[in-house]
């Protein structure tokens, strides 16, 4: 049996070392009552994935693919530039992972946001925390709604005609309805 070892890329860089991936996966579920019997996922939204790793960048190894971390100073210099440029750009990537031997693509995902380290152990590297969310696409659609109980109006076109209760609905002496009346001038 071949093994194939399978990096985390994020938009198809590679970094040098992934000390963590953090993936989030939820669903929107409706805190109303749902009618026994009914189609439950009718009251779940998938919300959109989010992914964070903390990577780091040596300018003292070799890239994992050739010519990919180069015009700058450095690699780390090179690494954060470009991590820079997809949130800057807002470039909707590809991420592959692997989560233990399931190799998954997510699509449409943005850099949220970077937080970078600096400190003694940084000189000749870049630490980094970089977080991505999904965008959810959809193609937009032409709906025609019909409704079954149109609204009415008179000859005149000024507005809705009102079913008044009859005068037969009395409540202590007093038309049911004889205040929509008022209201409605009639």
Not at 37 to 43: K, V
Not at 66 to 82: M, V
Not at 88 to 100: G, V, Y
Not at 114 to 132: E, G, P, Q, Y
Request: proline share 3%.
């Amino acid at each position: 049996m071949a093994l194939t070892y399978f990096k985390t890329s994020i938009g198809g860089y590679f970094f040098d070392v992934t000390f963590n991936e953090n993936y989030t996966f939820e669903n929107q579920i409706t805190p109303h009552p749902v009618q026994s019997g009914a189609n439950i996922n009718d009251h779940v939204y998938q919300q959109p994935v989010q992914i964070s790793f903390d990577i780091g960048m040596s300018d003292c190894l070799k890239s994992y693919k050739t010519g990919q971390f180069t015009g700058a100073s450095s690699r780390s210099a090179a690494a954060f530039q470009i991590l820079y440029k997809l949130w800057k750009n807002a470039t909707p990537l590809e991420i592959d992972s692997n989560i233990n031997g399931s190799v998954i693509k997510y699509y449409n995902m943005l850099v949220k946001n970077i937080a970078v380290t600096k400190d003694k152990t940084t000189h000749n590297a870049i630490k980094a925390t970089v977080s991505l969310q999904q965008i959810i696409v959809t193609n937009a659609v032409s709906v025609s709604v019909v409704s079954a109980n149109s609204q009415v109006t008179d000859s005149s076109g000024t507005g809705s005609k009102y079913a008044i209760p009859s005068a037969a609905n009395t409540v202590g002496g007093r038309t049911i309805g004889q205040g929509l009346k008022d209201i409605l001038g009639g």
